[in-house]
């Protein structure tokens, strides 16, 4: 039986960093214009370097496994179940229908899913194919919403345009979207420049959970049948229904052995990742809804994870 030791490890930097954040914030050391300063750095210069060498590294055949269909599968009915709340019950304008939907269904597959699959499986290969679902396919079109969302244009010829144009202005996709082209020719940066990347993108973790935590001061409590209920059911979907439905898909249909069912469920019950929050502040979307149900589902997963661990046989 697995004990909590290592989930605790795994989660104990999420909270450490945001916590500092938090101190950060009520302090007032950087100043007033911190966290929108920092939120811009993480979005514009630290994440998209991670995502860069990350993609260039591994393998595009990731994608070929069975499993992956169980986490795409959980990954849909999260997501879409999300959107649907923040549209017909809370009423949100469609770009915070997308910021909706991926609280619902997106992973914190990168500083926490790897060493969770690390510890609890021994081995951080299953991660790679999450990973780049993620940045290669969930992240261009939650960001297309949000930008055709935000934006001013309202032809069909301009929005065509701006969806078309879309990789070449924002960094997250065009970093992903180099990385993929670099691992698809099987080129490699020289060994200088890719260790400026490695260092610049090791940065996009850390300031993105301080810059979380410095976004809860000065917060003021939601009332009760608002965020906290919109929250409420963001956070039920990603920590119960996603893992759920990949578990029905992975035992029931696709018949996955045991090592992979346990990685494709725990990957999907992992808790919703700090880019959400990023993306929402940089689109000036519902921050609070990203931001607390980044927060409750963390929380949530610490039971989530060390029980799926227990009784799908992890080690």
Do not use: C
Request: glycine fraction near 10%.
């Amino acid at each position: 039986m697995p004990t909590l030791q290592p989930l605790v490890a795994a989660f104990a930097p999420i909270w450490i960093l945001t916590a500092i954040g938090y101190l950060v914030g009520r302090t007032g050391l950087l100043g007033a214009p911190a966290e929108q300063v920092l939120s811009r750095f993480v979005f514009h210069v630290a994440m998209p370097a991670a995502l860069f060498t990350m993609v260039a590294r591994t393998p595009l055949g990731a994608f070929a496994n069975s499993s992956m269909v169980a986490f795409v599968a959980g990954t849909v009915i999260a997501s879409g179940l999300g959107l649907a709340a923040g549209r017909w019950l809370f009423g949100r304008e469609p770009a915070d229908q997308a910021i909706s939907g991926m609280a619902a269904g997106y992973v914190n597959s990168g500083n926490l899913g790897i060493p969770v699959a690390v510890q609890v499986l021994g081995d951080a290969s299953f991660v790679a194919p999450v990973l780049l679902f993620q940045v290669l396919v969930v992240t261009p079109i939650v960001l297309s919403a949000l930008d055709a969302g935000t934006g001013t244009t309202r032809s069909a010829a301009a929005r065509v345009r701006r969806a078309v144009l879309l990789p070449l202005r924002n960094p997250i996709i065009l970093g992903a979207g180099l990385g993929a082209l670099l691992s698809a020719t099987g080129l490699h940066l020289p060994a200088v420049l890719g260790h400026s990347f490695d260092l610049l993108g090791a940065a996009a973790v850390p300031t993105a959970l301080v810059t979380l935590g410095m976004s809860l001061h000065g917060r003021r409590a939601a009332p009760v049948t608002g965020l906290t209920a919109e929250t409420g059911v963001a956070v039920a979907i990603k920590t119960v229904v996603q893992p759920l439905t990949a578990l029905a898909v992975g035992s029931l249909l696709l018949h996955l052995p045991p090592h992979q069912l346990l990685a494709v469920v725990l990957l999907s019950a992992l808790p919703t990742a700090q880019n959400v929050f990023t993306y929402a502040r940089e689109y000036n979307r519902n921050t609070a809804l990203a931001r607390e149900s980044v927060l409750g589902s963390t929380l949530l997963s610490m039971a989530t994870l060390s029980t799926i661990a227990w009784s799908l046989g992890g080690h």
